[in-house]
């Protein structure tokens, strides 16, 4: 299985990578690209919260419950006293890093159904809804920051099982082949069922994904992207020349 900085470097990688083909489409302004690769990240650490020794992961989500109860009070800010704001930021912080940490350690396992493809699918959904009904984001931003959520998630899954492979050479594959990027778990049955079940809820009570697919399936959006991919007749241009002593330049 792969470590906490396999893990984060992993997610921030193909996050950072998603999150600058964003950049060059030209269409997304930069601060909403810089959550979607936070989001990213987040997403790429999400699978280890059913692990109850992985202490980096509580680290985590003790930030995470600061900044969102930080992001719900700048939400309300202009429509609650202060004592009322603070109100929320304690509730939302307590919530998330004793009530969902605590409920996750209670029940579930290690690479449980937590540790799944539908289960990831479930997390960019619940963080769809959040944004679009929580923060008022735009239907389409809403899905980038699921999609972005579900793609470090995906990540996650992937850098475990490519681990199960021995590259050593004494045997082919580890006993932990086929655990991680599973699709649920036969020996839990009803709570595959449930969990499935529970996506195609999240599902229907999130907005129409339709801008979101017709915005990421038009090649217009990409073809400042398709252009771009290398360099003109020259590599940097223009860089070298603030960057560089002008008497450099001239030689």
């Known amino acids: 299985m792969a470590d906490f900085n396999t893990h984060l470097v992993g997610a921030a990688a193909v996050s950072g990578l998603a999150a600058t083909v964003l950049v060059m489409t030209g269409q ?25 020794t992985s202490i980096p992961i509580r680290i985590v989500l003790a930030t995470l419950a600061v900044v969102a109860g930080f992001l719900v009070v700048f939400t309300f800010g202009t429509r609650y ?3 009322e704001l603070v109100i929320l ?6 919530f998330i890093r004793y009530g969902l940490l605590g409920l996750f350690d209670r029940a579930t396992v290690h690479r449980g159904l937590i540790h799944s493809i539908p289960a990831g699918l479930g997390f960019g959904l619940i963080t769809i809804l959040i944004a679009f009904h929580v923060f008022t984001a735009s239907a389409t931003h809403a899905w980038l920051c699921g999609t972005f959520v579900a793609l470090g998630f995906i990540v ?3 850098l475990d099982e490519f681990y199960s492979v021995d590259l050593s050479g004494k ?29 195609i809820a999240l599902f229907s009570l999130c907005p ?18 398709t252009q771009r991919l290398l360099p003109g ?13 002008a008497s450099l330049m001239d030689r």
Not at 45 to 51: A, N
Not at 176 to 198: D, E
Not at 212 to 225: A, N
Request: glycine letters at 10%.
């Open 156 to 158: 996650h899954l992937l």
């Open 81 to 83: 006293s202060l004592v």
């Open 233 to 245: 007749e020259t590599w940097f241009p223009g860089f070298l020349r603030r960057v560089a002593p």
């Open 89 to 94: 930021w304690l509730v939302c912080f307590l």
């Open 171 to 199: 045997k082919l594959l580890k006993k932990s082949f086929g655990t991680a990027f599973s699709l649920g778990s036969l020996g839990q049955p009803v709570g595959t069922a449930v969990l499935y079940l529970a996506v």
């Open 208 to 225: 129409s994904p339709r801008p979101f697919t017709e915005l990421m399936l038009d090649r217009d959006t990409y073809r400042g992207v």
């Open 28 to 52: 997304f302004p930069h601060q909403a690209v810089i959550g979607y690769f936070v989001l990213g990240v987040i997403g790429g650490l999400l699978p280890d919260l059913d692990s109850p």
